[in-house]
């Protein structure tokens, strides 16, 4: 007797899905292109735990980091969370470097003064050198930004999670696309602030 077809385990449930004999992890991932070519990839999984067990040297031949996150849904849950520390901290370098800029300061020394402080973080290690060099090609385009950041707000609205940053910074993402920013890097949400201000923050 043939099982269930491609077409209809899609639209199951994961108890429909337990019943048919079927296992299903979500597993989305973090890295960008970089981390694809260089086998670099953090793997956010969610599912059965057994499932998890049986299939996690799949994960680990593809990616140098894998977590089991909880049951099925929490590698999506875990991606928009990852999606949107990483959009609003865009954002907020986008703005610094902006007022860098606008006040006369050297925004190459501000990038490698508030890098070794506190405000340290992956944004400003690997993209704003960039940023400042006017380099936007995509290690992960702007339009994937923007609807990782659409999937977080409605995750929040479904889960009554406040996201007033969130929404700010979605709206950044959709002036980017609304501007044919969509297939640069999604550091260059910055050129929504430049082209408010008439003025880029870059090297001279």
């Not at 704003?128 to 290690?139: D, K, L, S, T, Y």
Request: charged share 20%.
């Amino acid at each position: 007797m043939l099982g269930p077809s491609k077409e209809h385990l899609e639209h199951l449930s994961e108890e429909e899905l337990a019943e048919a004999a079927v296992s299903m992890l979500d597993a989305p991932i973090s890295g960008g292109e970089e981390g694809a070519k260089d086998g670099s990839l953090s793997i956010i999984v969610g599912g059965s735990r057994v499932a998890f067990d049986a299939h996690a040297s799949l994960f680990e031949a593809m990616g140098s980091t894998v977590t089991y996150c909880g049951d099925a849904g929490s590698g999506q849950i875990t991606k928009a969370c990852n999606q949107i520390v990483v959009g609003c901290t865009l954002q907020a370098v986008s703005e610094a470097l902006v007022l860098a800029q606008r006040a006369g300061a050297d925004v190459e020394a501000v990038v490698d003064a508030i890098s070794g402080g506190a405000a340290g973080c992956w944004a400003l290690r690997e993209r704003a050198p960039r940023v400042i060099c006017g380099n936007f090609e995509p290690g992960f385009f702007a339009s994937y930004q923007y609807k990782d950041l659409r999937i977080a707000t409605a995750a929040g609205e479904e889960y009554g999670s406040p996201m007033p940053a969130t929404s700010v910074v979605h709206e950044a993402y959709k002036a980017m696309e609304t501007s044919g920013y969509g297939r640069d890097d999604h550091s260059a949400v910055i050129k929504v602030l430049e082209d408010t201000v008439g003025e880029t923050a870059r090297i001279k």
